[in-house]
Nanobody
Framework: QVQLVESGGGLVQAGGSLRLSCAAS????????MGWYRQTPGKHHELVVL???????NYAESVKGRFTISRDGAKNTVYLQMNSLKAEDTAVYYC???????????WGKGTLVTVSS
C-alpha cells in the first residue's frame, strides 16, 4: 500500500501562482510514476502532468509552459509549481502514484485549487 498526502491548494487570483506538494509513504517501489490529475464538476479526471522515477515528464498541452513538476526522490515527494494560473485551472487536483511493474495506481484525497478571474 502507498499513502499520498497532498498540500498546497487554495484560492489565488488569475495570473498568480501556487505550489502543490505530494508526499508518498508506505511500500514505495523503486520504479514508479507520480503526478497530478485534476477534476472539475461534470468532467473526467484530466491528466495534468506525470514524472517517472527516472525524471521523464509528460505534460498536458493546456499547462505546458506554465506548470512545472519536480520530485525529491529521497523524500518520495513531488511538487507542482503552477504559474500564470487561469480560471480554467480551477479544479480538485489529485496526486497519483503508479507502481511499476505492477501498474497498481494509488490516489491522494485531492486538494482544491480555485483561481478567481
Amino acid at each position: 500500500q502507498v499513502q499520498l498526502v497532498e498540500s498546497g491548494g487554495g484560492l489565488v487570483q488569475a495570473g498568480g501562482s501556487l505550489r502543490l506538494s505530494c508526499a508518498a509513504s508506505g511500500s514505495i517501489s523503486r520504479i514508479n510514476v507520480m503526478g497530478w490529475y485534476r477534476q472539475t464538476p461534470g468532467k473526467h479526471h484530466e491528466l495534468v502532468v506525470l514524472i517517472s522515477s527516472s525524471g521523464n515528464t509528460n505534460y498536458a498541452e493546456s499547462v505546458k509552459g506554465r506548470f512545472t513538476i519536480s520530485r525529491d526522490g529521497a523524500k518520495n515527494t513531488v511538487y507542482l509549481q503552477m504559474n500564470s494560473l487561469k480560471a480554467e485551472d480551477t479544479a480538485v487536483y489529485y496526486c497519483s502514484f503508479k507502481s511499476m511493474p505492477t501498474m497498481v495506481n494509488y490516489w491522494g484525497k485531492g486538494t482544491l485549487v480555485t483561481v478567481s478571474s
